[in-house]
């Protein structure tokens, strides 16, 4: 069963791990069997409204809370806001564009577009292949952009800025535009203070790689914060695309939280799936980060609904 995006299975697992029980503990307090249990964390069954309130007893929560009904994804915002963040990923992926027209060809970067994206935008392999086609068919990219902005205003609010961004960068790859004139068209959409996170400058690729090797070489023998936060460590085995389908869904400070508490063999495994551009500022949050063996075992319990609705939704497939 899933809630408001949140699986509650999840939710009953992270809980009954941080408090350090086996399936067959929580069973006997709750005078059921463990297969139950069992059932109810893998959103096989669903427990009874008497069993929501016996849990919510238990655990000292709401049913709310149980249920994911308290939306806290939505309600903590973290430093940078998610719809900034959303474009500074898209500028990422944009550059990779132009790389490749530039290398390759506006016809090699129609083909990875439409074959080989698995990036967060879904427009932005619509706009490739609408900007290409236009062309060929001796529409001005300029038209195309016009054209471009009319979907991009009708996109879902949390996508539009990066599609008023797109709509506007592809048609001048599709041009020839240079590198610098692309970035600093991409830097106008982000704004001044995300203005950093694009700056054009020819070495920065390569320091920004060397910067990121550096943090995950600090990291990677990072102790967990105590011997109760480690609720995230099942996640070290978790594919990528699950992983990057989590961190699309949490708010930085969340993250830093979580990832406080983790051994370095988590943090690694989700530092490695952040953008080389964003990962100074998320692990700058991470160091900076303050607070209590509470709070970061709720961030935890966080992550681990994500991921059991991330697992849930493969099992679908």
């Known amino acids: ?175 020839g535009e240079g590198p610098q004139i692309l970035w600093e068209m991409i830097a106008s959409y982000i704004g001044m203070e995300y203005r950093e996170m694009v700056k054009p400058l020819e070495g920065e690729r390569h320091e920004r790689k060397k910067a990121k090797e550096e943090i995950l070489e600090k990291l990677k023998n990072k102790e967990p914060y105590s011997a109760a936060t480690v609720l995230l460590e099942p996640l070290a085995e978790m594919d990528d695309f699950s992983i990057q389908v989590i961190l699309r869904n949490i708010d930085n400070l969340t993250l830093a939280a979580a990832m406080y508490g983790a051994s370095g063999r988590v943090v690694i495994r989700f530092f490695n799936n952040i953008a080389d551009r964003l990962l100074y500022y998320v692990n700058e949050d991470l160091e900076t980060w303050q607070g209590t063996e509470e709070e970061i075992l709720a961030a935890q319990r966080t992550v681990l609904e994500l991921g059991a609705c991330t697992a849930g939704d493969e099992e679908k497939e």
């Open 1 to 175: 069963m899933k809630s408001y995006g949140i699986a509650m299975g999840g939710k009953i697992y992270s809980l009954r791990v941080a408090k350090r029980m086996t399936q067959e503990q929580l069973a006997q307090e709750l005078c059921i069997s463990p297969a139950a249990v069992s059932k109810w964390e893998r959103n096989q069954a669903v427990p009874s409204i008497e069993m929501l309130w016996a849990l919510a007893d238990f655990f000292d929560c709401t049913i709310d809370e149980l249920v994911g009904r308290k939306e806290a994804l939505l309600e903590r915002v973290g430093i940078y806001d998610t719809e900034k963040l959303n474009c500074v990923t898209v500028a990422d992926e944009l550059l990779k564009c132009a790389e490749i027209a530039r290398q390759e060809g506006l016809l090699a970067m129609e083909e990875r577009m439409s074959i080989h994206y698995q990036g967060s935008s879904r427009f932005l392999p619509f706009a490739v292949g609408f900007v290409i086609q236009n062309f060929m068919k001796q529409m001005e990219p300029q038209l195309s952009g016009k054209l471009l902005e009319n979907y991009a205003a009708v996109l879902p609010e949390k996508e539009r800025a990066a599609g008023k961004m797109i709509a506007a960068v592809i048609p001048a790859i599709a041009s």
